[in-house]
């Protein structure tokens, strides 16, 4: 039986008229995902189109937060330009 993978969005809740779940990854399959945010109705359609069981990862409780490693880009400052003398 094929397995989709899927988990919920951080930075999405309920009624903000963004997909709320994101796909992780699919086994057993050979089906191609085009778009990976994707809302429950549609996972479920899918999912029984293709005869496969929807397998919900848990979220990360946020332990790793404040300690070093990771990209961190987005919390940096914005990046300053040159300033252009004549």
């Known amino acids: 039986m094929a397995k989709i993978f899927y988990r919920e969005r951080n930075r999405v809740g309920s ?22 945010h994707l809302r429950k109705g549609e996972l479920d359609a899918i ?19 404040g300690k070093q490693g990771g990209g961190g880009k987005r919390k940096q400052g914005r990046r300053k330009t040159a300033v252009r003398r004549k």
């Not at 999912?47 to 937060?65: F, K, S, T, V």
């Open 15 to 36: 009624g903000d008229g963004q997909p709320r779940f994101a796909v992780v990854g699919a086994q057993g399959t050979d089906m191609t995902f085009f778009q990976y």
């Open 47 to 65: 999912a029984q189109a293709i005869g496969a069981e929807l397998i919900e990862l848990p979220r990360g409780r946020g332990e790793h937060l």
